[in-house]
């Protein structure tokens, strides 16, 4: 359980990298980023040919991709930790080349059962 201050949050599931999480939050996570940013290329798209209002919400969604894309780092170096390995391994996330296979195994490998220098315990911060 977190200590006093260390709460655990969607905030701090989102956008921090202390502690661990497991598979499901992880998914969760990435699954949120996924739904908004396909909401906002609908958007962008079914507006037709108001040009004014595409290129507002064409601005809107990569601005959503580099939050995203901030926010994938944490979840993965949280999961890293919650695996047991250091959190620099989730830069491999953003290389296209790499990123479909390390995102897979994420969400596939165990979580550590005992706690480790990371944390206490999966989707706990680290105290």
């Not at 040919?49 to 894309?69: C, N, Q, R, V």
């Amino acid at each position: 359980m977190s200590g006093p201050g260390q709460e655990t949050s969607v905030g701090w599931a989102l956008f921090q990298w202390d502690g661990r999480i497991g598979r499901r939050v992880f998914i969760l996570g990435s699954a949120f980023w996924m739904m908004v940013n396909a909401g906002l290329v609908a958007l962008a798209t079914a507006r037709g040919s108001d040009e004014t209002l595409t290129m507002e919400l064409l601005s809107l969604f990569f601005a959503s991709i580099a939050l995203s894309m901030v926010s994938l780092i944490m979840l993965g170096i949280k999961r890293l930790h919650d695996i047991g390995l250091p959190g620099i391994g989730a830069a491999l996330l953003v290389i296209p080349a790499f990123s479909l296979i390390v995102f897979f195994l994420l969400c596939v490998w165990p979580s550590s059962a005992t706690s480790n220098r990371y944390g206490p315990a999966s989707n706990a911060r680290a105290g």
